[in-house]
C-alpha cells in the first residue's frame, strides 16, 4: 500500500514492550524539522509519514533502506534525517517486531527487508534522496533485497520501480492486484517478483551510478558442489538439489548474510554454524543427515549434508490416516513405534548439549523403512548460546511465545517437551495444534480419545507433554515408561463443551457487534491476506457477516438488528465502489445479492431488498470460470433462490442462462474446466467449491425449478462420476481433490471445498428430491468420513469444522429407513447403457490396476450401502475400494414436478417456512442401480435397523460443536474461535462467523446459509 493510501486507517494498539521505541526514534527527528508539517497514520505492519505538500502519484520508482533489529534505530534516525531534509514522503517498520517479521528466514520474499520505504516525487527527487540516503546509512547492516537493484556497490539503498497509489484491478479470483500503467494508458501486474526490477519501459533514474551488475553465480559452489534444482527458496536462502564431484546426491543449504537476525548481531550464519556441528554429531547414528563440508561464498555461507529418501512426517501421517474406531487414525502400533523414535530422537539432541527449539512435522523425515531422521536444525541452540528465536506457532512452548522473538538466551530443554507433545499431537489427530494458544488444547486431546484408539493411547503422554507450566511436564525418561506401559482405560470423559458452546453463541455475536466500523473500509478488521479481496464479497467481506446476522436475528438475537441495517446499508454504499461484477456465490457478488435482499425482508426495509434483486440482475450469467464459488455456478444458485423468494421469472431465465452455458461448456465425465486469468485455470476438481459436486447441486435445483430433463440428465451423470471418484473405506466414503486422479487411493479430503462433505452435500440434495436410495446411501458414507475426520480441519467454514456440521446436521433431516425395504443389492450380468440427454458419458469401466469387473454407479455399491472391507475385484489394496462406475440414476425415469416460487419473506419474522421442498417430489421415483459385483452386505452404520439418523447425525454434529469450542481462545475479552493462522477475524468463510452460522443451526433449527434446502423442515436461512 502506498502512502495515500495510510489516510483512511485506524490506529492500532501495541502492547509489545518495543511498541514505540521506533515510533519514538523516528519522531525526536522529525522534531527538528517542523514537525507539525508531518502527517502520520498507522496499520498493524507499518508507520506511515507524509508531508502536508505530498503530491500523490500512481506510480515511480521506490528506494528501500533495510535493517537488522541491531541497526534498526541508527538506520532509522539517520534515514528520516535525509528524508524530512528532503520533504519525502515514507513509512517504516511499525514496531521491532515487524522487523524481525521482515528480516525472517521465512519472510515473503516480496516484501524480506524492506524495513524503511521512501516515495519521491520525481525522478530528479528521486536522484537526490537515493544519494543522501547512501551517504547517511553506508556501512550500516542490512540484508540484500531480493527485488531490488542495488543503488551503488556496497550502498545499503535498493529501489524498484512499483506502485505508490496504483490502480487496482479485480481478478477472476475477487482479489485486488496493483497494476503498473504504461506509456500507452494499458495496465500491467505490478508483480514484485525477484528480478523483475521494473517493467521495460520505465527509464532507470540511477543508470549511471547502479551498481555493477553481479555475475550470475556458477552452478559450482564450494568448488566441488553442483546445484542441480532448488528444493525450495526461502528468504534466508534456500535449499537444493547437488551432487558431490563424484555423482553423489546431497542437499545444500545457503543462509544469507542478515537473513533471521537478531539484536545480539547474530544472523542465519550463526544458525549455519550450528546446524553444521549438530550435523556433525547426530550424523553418524542415523538421527540426522550426515554433515559434509560448510563453506563461504560471498558474504553467505553453506552448509552441504546427505541426502536422505524421505518424507516429512507431516504429509507421511496425513497419507496414513485411516478410519479406526471412530476416527481417522494411524495404527496403533505405527503411532506408538513413531512416538518412541521421535523420544529417541529428542534424547539423542539432549544428550549432545543441545536444545532442539523447533519439533514440528515438518522437521522429521521418515524414510521408506519408517525410520525417523530429524532435519533443519539450525533453531538447535547449546545452554551458553544467544541468537533470535525460530518458532513454528501451536508448537512453540507457552513460556516461548510469550518471550520477545529478538533473542533466545538459556534454553529450556522443558520447551523441547512441549514441542514434543503438540507435534504427538499432530501423530494423534492428523491436525495440527491451533496457532493461537488457548486453555482447551488438553481438553481436545481427552475428547479425542472417546473415539480415537491412538488418542486413547497416547493421550496421556500427549496432555502430559502439553502442560502449560514447564515444571509439569514429564521427562523423557518418564514418556519412555508411560509408552512402555499397557494400554490405560478409556473412560467416559466429561466436559463442559456444551455449555461453551451456548457460550460461543453469545460471545460471538457481541464482538460482531461491538467491532463493526462502519467508517472504515472495512466493516470488520481482515486479515493481511483477505484484505486484497473484495470487501463486499460474502467470503471475507460484510455481506458474509450480514448473513450470520440475518439468521441470528430470525433465530430471536433482537439485539442484533440494528447491526444487520448498519452492515445492509454498509454493503450498499460500497458495492458501486467496484463496477465489475463477478458471479460467484462466494467470492463474487452472487451471495452478496442474497445476503442484502434477505436482509431487506428481514427488515422490513424494501430499498435493500431491492438493492438485492438489482445486483442479481447485473450477474453474469455466462462466464469462463464454472464453479460455485467463483463462477456462474454460484450466480445461479443465488438466481433460484431468489426466484423462489420473489416468484420473479427474469430471475428464473437468467438462472436458465447460467445451466445452458454450464450445460455447453461440460467435457466427458462430466468435468468443468476454468479458463481465463484464474488461479485454479486449466484444472478440474470433484468438490462443492470448485468443481463437480458444486455445479451439480445447482443443475439439480434448477432441474427441479423448471423440470427441464437435460439439466438432470448431467446431474445423473456427476453423480455417476463422483461415486466412481470416491474412495471407500470400510462404511465411510471420502473424495481426492480431482486434480490428479493417480491420487485417488492416498489422497482421504472431507472437506466442503474438496472432500466428503461438499460431494455429501449434492448426493443429499439429490435423494431428497429423487428419493434415490443409493445417493442416499453414498452421502451417509460421507457424513461417516466426515465424522471420523473431525479433528483434522479448522473451526472455520472453508474448508472447516462448520460446514461439516452443517453437512451433519442436513443429514439429521433424513427419515429412519424401513427395515423391511433394506435388503442386499442383487446381481446384474450387466450395466444399464445409458444415452444421456447433456454433453458426456459415464466413465470408462474399471480404474488403472483394477480388473475390469465394475459396478454401476452413483452410488455406490448397493441400495444403502458403501462396501466393507476387500473389495470383490482385484487390485485395490485391503480396507478400502474404489466405488463402482457406471449407471446410477437414468434421468428419464426420473421425473421431477416443477416447484412453485414461494411467497416473499416477510419482514421481521423469525422463522421463513419454505414451500419449495414439495412433498411431490420428495416422493419422486428412480430407478434402483444395477450392479455388476456381487451381492456386498449393509454396512451397520447403514441398515434400516440403525440409529435413527436424527438422532445419530444430532449427536455428530453436537461433536463437531465441543471440538470447535476446545480450540476457542479468549480474545478481547470474549471467547472466539482462531482462524489458521491464530488470529481472530469476524469474516464468513475464513473468521468466525461462519462457524457462527452452524452454531445457530445447532441450536435453534434452519437451514444452510445460500444453499438450497429441500428438507421438509427446512427454513429459508
Known sequence: MGPIGADTLGMVS???????????????????????????????????????????????????VPATPLSACLVLSRAVEVLARHRCAFKFAVTMRRLHELVGPNADRKAAGKFVTAYPDDDDHARVVAEALHRATLGLPGQWILTDRRYRQHSQVFYRYGGFTPPTVLTDDGEYRAMLRAPDGSVVPDKRAVGQVAPSWAVDPFQDEVAPSTVAESVLVGGRFTVRSAIRQNNRGGVYLAEDADGTRLVLKRFREHTGAGVDGTDSRTRARAEARLLSILGPSGSSPGFLDIFTSGTDIFVAQQWVDGVPLRRFVARELRPRGTALALDTDLALDLTRQLVDLLDRVHAAGYVLGDLTPNNVLVTADRRLVLIDLESALRPTDVAARLLTPGYAAPEDEGRSRMIAADPDRATDLYSLGATLFYLVSGAHPPASQGTGLREMVRLMARRNPVAARLGPVVTGLLAPEPAARPSLAEVRTALAEPSPPTGAVTSGAAADVGELVDEMLADIVSTATPERGWLWRNSETASRYDPCSVHVGAPGVLLVLSQAARAGHAEVLDTVDVAARWTMRRLGDEPRVLPGLMFGRAGTAVSLYEAGALLGADDVSAAGLDLARTLPTQWHVPDVFHGVAGAGLALVRLWRHTGDDDLLARARQCADALLAGAEEGPRWTAKGDFLLAGTTHWGFAHGVAGIATFLLDIAAATGDGRYLAVV????????????????????????????ADTVRLTGF???????????????????????????????????????????????GLATDGDFLLDCAALPALDPSTTTAPQPSTSAASVSHGGPGSSHSPGDPGSSSATHTAAACTATHTAPTGVPSHGGRSAGHSTAPRGSALDPAATTLPTQRATTPLAPATHTHRSTAADPAIRGATATTPSLRRGAAEIPPAHRGTATDPATRYRAWAEDTAQVIAARAVRRRGRLLTPDDTGDVVASFANGYAGTLSFLLRLHHGGARPLLPSYAKDSVLA
Open 716 to 743: 445423473g451423470q456427476a453423480a455417476e462420476a463422483l461415486a466412481g471418484a470416491a474412495i471407500l473405506d470400510g462404511d465411510a466414503a471420502f473424495w481426492p481433490s480431482g486434480e490428479d486422479d493417480s491420487q
Open 14 to 64: 501495541m502492547t509489545h514492550e518495543d511498541a514505540d521505541l521506533l515510533a519514538d526514534c523516528a519522531a525526536a527527528v522529525l522534531a527538528r524539522h517542523q514537525p507539525r508539517t508531518w502527517r502520520h497514520a498507522l496499520d498493524d505492519r507499518w508507520h506511515y509519514v507524509l508531508p502536508d505538500d505530498h503530491r500523490s502519484r500512481e506510480q515511480g520508482w521506490k528506494l528501500h
Open 753 to 799: 471445498c474438496s472432500g466428503a462433505t461438499g460431494v455429501g452435500t449434492f448426493l443429499l440434495r439429490l435423494h431428497q428430491l429423487t428419493g434415490h436410495p443409493a445417493a442416499r446411501a453414498l452421502a451417509e458414507a460421507a457424513a461417516t468420513a466426515v465424522h471420523h475426520g473431525g479433528w483434522t480441519a479448522p473451526p472455520l467454514w472453508c474448508h
